[in-house]
């Protein structure tokens, strides 16, 4: 892991970020934060988590809206289609799938992401109705 300057508000996103499990959004470290600290803006969080990203310190994921993960081992996400959440699938990360879609010797595959869309444990508590339209976002896609 490459070293990172300390900053102390860098620091404050970090162990906000590895202290949750639900793949936040900036805007929703930033809120999460700005309570208890009067100084931090928004463009703070987001340059700090561009960093944190570009030293492979965290995971930037890339939807309609970025979201992050603390956790850079690689493994498969679930994206709620009905809240627009994203959540860990614990299951191991499968370099199989690497291979044989690189087995055709047209390509190189150093990875890959792999996501799961469907409706998370929460909404199916809540028996609401799945709102996927044919574009497959969901209804608070762009709420996140």
Known sequence: ?????????????????R??????????IYIKLKA????????????????LA?????????FSIERYDADTERHPHMRCLECGGVF?????????IDERACSSGQCEVFWHELIFYGRCGECLRK????????TGKSKNEDTL
Do not use: F
């Open 54 to 62: 570009k030293d492979d310190v965290i995971r930037q994921m890339d």
């Open 127 to 134: 028996g609401g109705n799945n709102t996927v339209g044919i």
């Open 1 to 17: 892991m490459p070293m990172v300057r300390y900053s102390r508000q860098r620091d404050l996103i970090l162990s906000e970020l």
């Open 19 to 28: 202290g949750r499990c639900d793949h936040p959004t900036a805007e929703m």
């Open 88 to 96: 860990d699938i614990p299951a191991q990360y499968d370099g199989d």
């Open 36 to 51: 208890e600290n009067a100084s931090l803006s928004l463009g703070t969080v987001y340059r700090n988590l561009k960093k």
